[in-house]
């Protein structure tokens, strides 16, 4: 999957029914400052495209767009921002610093599942490993709208991933 920057998909054009952008937005910083700056880039990017009507709207658990056909799911990794926009049913992008923690092998087990917890234990790459598993389960769970819950099943879906920098991002789509 191709990242693409905010120039870079402005030229292309607003994403058609089987288009899929992943947009990297480098060095944004952390927190409420940073979702901010995301937020009002994607929000002139849309509006170049579909015009003055497009807004995002802050409900739920996700952020939709409303004034055009596109979906998009947005995640972090560190100071980096991840756009997924689309125009797919349903849509959601995570990005995994890929880093080993304590803790890594218990929240695997609690929110993956005992066999992914095992091939994590068992891989050369444990981090990189996790943060393939992570992030694909917490992009499918943007993409169905649904909360992070233990024990949860989810429905396999298409799954692409990307990395750049230390983090794998994983774009799920229908």
Known sequence: MKVYDLAEVALLGAPQAADLYLIRLPDLGRGSAARATLRRALLKLVRGWYGESVEILETGAAPTLTGCPLKFSISYDGTDGWVALGAQAKLGCDAVLAQDFPEM?????????????????QSRLRAETFAHAWAKHEATLKALGWGLA??????A??????RQTQAIVAVVAE
């Open 157 to 162: 879906m298409l799954c692409h991933y990307h």
């Open 105 to 121: 092998l218990d929240v695997a087990r609690k929110y993956l599942g005992p066999p992914v917890a095992e091939r994590i234990e």
């Open 150 to 155: 233990e024990a949860q099943a989810v429905p």
